[in-house]
Structures are given as structure tokens and as C-alpha cells.
């Protein structure tokens, strides 16, 4: 079965423009949850979404939003961007909260 | 505050060596311990060791799972260069739906 899809690979953003990223889970997963990676700081958890609700969400400022549809496809947004957000992007989906998580190949943005 | 912590943060062997990756974690209510294989993006899923599963293994891969003194290894034996990888390990708590806290990775390098 196809595993978790994240579009686009790769972006390039200017200061203070905004990004949208894109999921889609593995079919029947129904939750999926958006990390950052960067070198400083490894993997930190953004957000987490299940049946189009935000349920649990990271320490991050309220640049940082996502959303989840009836699909299970999901979109994180980050607004204002700052050279700081430069980073591998993750999406993991799963069957539904603690189950083993499946890891999309990710979003690298880069902001100059 | 939920933590997990790896050591060695970096490690290079030869071919055919054994190699032993540490994890331990503090997490409120915990309920999973996961490892993870990072090559170029995506990581890949290895284990997930849980109260009901404290020991697992596949293939040259072996991990256990210490829930009284709160650490998890993993061992991989007669290592190949396709184990250069960084390896990730994360812990779930039941009580922090969908949030993985990872620790900060091992980067194993393998020679011929």
C-alpha cells in the first residue's frame, strides 16, 4: 500500500512569505502528526490531528498552523517566515494515537 | 518534562562489528518505546517495544526494553555499510496524544 506522501520535496521561501505544506497519510490512518527537524534541535513535535481536530499541539508560536480534512489529508501553514524555520518538515500518520507511526520523506524548506 | 536521551551521539565501526545504541527516557504515563532508521529523509519504522512487547527482534536487529529502569537498546549485529544510518528512538505517553519525544539520534557509520 502507498505510504505517507508529503508534497512538495523542496522549497525555497523568502522572509516574511508564507508556506504550505502538504500530507497525505497512508490509507486508513486517521491520525497524522507534523514535526521539525533540524540539526540543533532533532525532531520537535508541531501538531497532531484526528478526525479533523487538532489534538494535541507542540511549542511553537502561532506562526505554525495546520489543518485536517474529512479525507485525512492534512496541510500545516507557516506565515511570516523567518530564516530560523529552515528545516526537514515531517508528517507521520497512524492507525490512531500510540500505534507505530509511519514517516512521510518530508518537506525541506529553506528560507533566505 | 518528558525526555529521552541517546548515547553515543556518534559511533564508527567496521563491518561485521556489533554495535549496542542506548535510549533512555523519562515520560509521564508511558505506554511506548520506538526506534527508528534515518538514511537520507523519511525514517523508517524498526520497533516498537511496549509493556506487553519488551523484546523484539528482526533479522540482525534486536532491540529490548527496560520499563523498571526506564532505557531501551538496540543491537545490531555483524553490521554492513547499509546500517550507516542515524538512528533515532522516540517514546509515546499516554497522555500526550500523537507526540512522539525523540531523542537526539545516534549517527552510526559503518566501514568496509
Known amino acids: 500500500k502507498a505510504g505517507v506522501t508529503q508534497t512538495p520535496r523542496y522549497l525555497i521561501k523568502t522572509r516574511g512569505q508564507q508556506v504550505t505544506l502538504s500530507c497525505s497519510p497512508i490509507s486508513g490512518h486517521r491520525s497524522v502528526s507534523w514535526y521539525q527537524q533540524t540539526p540543533g534541535q532533532g525532531l520537535q513535535f508541531l501538531f497532531e490531528y484526528f478526525s479533523e481536530t487538532q489534538r494535541n499541539k507542540g511549542n511553537f508560536p502561532g506562526r505554525f498552523s495546520g489543518r485536517q480534512f474529512s479525507n485525512s489529508r492534512s496541510e500545516m501553514n507557516v506565515s511570516t517566515l523567518e530564516l530560523g524555520d529552515s528545516a526537514l518538515y515531517l508528517c507521520?500518520?497512524?492507525?490512531?494515537?500510540?500505534?507505530?507511526?509511519?514517516f512521510g520523506s518530508g518537506t525541506r524548506l529553506t528560507v533566505v | 518534562e518528558d525526555k529521552v536521551v541517546q548515547s553515543p551521539l556518534s559511533l564508527v565501526v567496521h563491518e561485521g562489528d556489533t554495535v549496542t545504541l542506548n535510549c533512555s527516557y523519562e515520560?509521564?504515563?508511558?505506554?511506548?518505546l520506538l526506534w527508528y532508521k534515518q538514511e537520507k529523509k523519511a525514517p523508517t519504522f524498526l520497533f516498537m517495544l511496549t509493556s506487553s512487547g519488551i523484546e523484539k527482534k528482526s533479522g540482525r536487529l534486536s532491540s529490548i526494553l527496560d520499563k523498571k529502569e526506564l532505557f531501551s537498546i538496540l543491537n545490531i549485529t555483524a553490521t554492513q555499510t547499509g546500517d550507516s544510518a542515524i538512528y533515532l528512538c522516540?517514546?509515546?505517553?499516554?497522555?500526550?496524544?500523537?507526540?512522539?519525544?525523540f531523542g537526539q539520534g545516534t549517527t552510526l557509520q559503518v566501514k568496509p
Open positions: 515520560v509521564t504515563n508511558f505506554r511506548s
Open positions: 507521520a500518520s497512524s492507525w490512531d494515537r500510540g500505534d507505530g507511526y509511519t
Open positions: 522516540a517514546a509515546y505517553g499516554s497522555g500526550n496524544t500523537g507526540k512522539l519525544i
